[in-house]
């Protein structure tokens, strides 16, 4: 599973980032996801190797505008370059996405080419089917409805044994493309082999959890018992966070860290970066250095600080991998 940063800044864009947009690519496909769509994602999808006409989901995890105000220029964008030719799409949010979306193309006389599916989450925790994967949507805690998805692609098929074939008397051949694949064969001597009884026990895929904003990471211990990665919000440093007091809403670093080790996560990666975190170092002032050093005191693990354009890939293994895309405009 590929994952894409467009944007990683928090309620406003900065010169460096973008208010939030993430791009999943499932295994093995090239039809791909995007979760949350904040104002300027179609502007950032100008860089990565991504298709509008191959997007098929968007799944938005709440609807402060930080999330959702980059929809109505993708949604049109998208009619514009791939019209029918596109395939359908499927957006998923909590309850007031359709009307939004709907106001929108009335209001705006925004004609989409393509057919729309609308799905709203009406209560959580609740499971979708989405492209043969299990998606669960888990809320959050935050000062409007929000919404985590915990990604479960479907397990790796078994390999076939090849040497237990060979002793049944089967010669190697296409037979053995059928065999791979479950299937009940008949031999040349009228003999019936079922290839389930020649595969070894199919593996789980590894698991992704992309959590909406939340103030309360400790509620999602249950759902990261089986995950490998965990991507997360981390808006603010623990002193930060004191000295501004108030109901926040956000997540702070330590807190996110603290989590994903009682989990034992393999990996993290934090996202949605308060404005107030510069890219350098400037006496005086906050970095995302500081929200770097927080974590990693606390957490045990892989620890990355999303940037705009990095993307990582989930190994078959569960292990991450990083690379960034170079901007085409530099």
């Not at 860290?257 to 989990?263: E, F, G």
């Not at 934090?270 to 606390?298: M, N, P």
């Amino acid at each position: 599973m590929k994952i894409t940063f467009l944007g990683t800044s928090a309620g406003v864009p900065t010169k460096h980032r973008n208010v939030t947009a993430i791009a999943v690519q499932p295994n093995q496909q090239s039809n791909w996801w995007l979760i949350d769509c904040g104002e300027g994602t179609q502007h950032q999808l100008l860089h990565p190797p991504f298709s509008l006409s191959r997007l098929t989901t968007i799944f938005l995890t709440h609807l402060h505008g930080d999330h959702c105000y980059g929809l109505p220029g993708l949604l049109a964008t998208r009619a514009l370059q791939g019209g029918s030719q596109s395939l359908p799409l499927t957006v998923i949010g909590p309850s007031g996405v359709k009307p939004l979306i709907e106001s929108i193309c009335q209001h705006t006389q925004l004609y989409l080419n393509y057919p729309l599916n609308i799905i709203e989450v009406t209560s959580a925790p609740n499971r979708l089917t989405i492209d043969q994967h299990q998606i669960e949507v888990v809320p959050m805690e935050h000062n409007i409805t929000s919404y985590g998805y915990l990604i479960s692609p479907p397990d790796f098929p078994g390999h076939l044994n090849a040497a237990k074939a060979k002793a049944l008397g089967i010669a190697p051949g296409p037979i053995y493309q059928q065999l791979k694949q479950g299937k009940r064969v008949t031999l040349d001597d009228g003999r019936e082999i079922d290839g389930n009884h020649l595969l070894s026990p199919a593996a789980p895929a590894p698991k992704v959890f992309i959590a909406g904003d939340n103030g309360n990471p400790q509620q999602l211990l249950p759902w990261l018992e089986s995950a490998s990665l965990l991507v997360h919000e981390a808006t603010l440093t623990e002193p930060e966070r004191q000295r501004l007091a108030g109901n926040i809403h956000h997540s702070t670093a330590a807190a996110v860290a603290k989590v994903a080790n009682q989990a034992k996560l393999d990996n993290l990666i934090l996202t949605h970066f308060s404005a107030r975190y510069g890219e350098t170092a400037r006496q005086g002032k906050l970095t995302i250095d500081d929200i770097h050093q927080e974590a990693s005191e606390y957490f045990q693990g892989q620890l990355y600080l999303a940037a705009d354009w990095q993307q990582y890939t989930l190994t078959l293994k569960g292990e991450l991998q990083q690379a960034h895309i170079q901007p085409k405009n530099q």
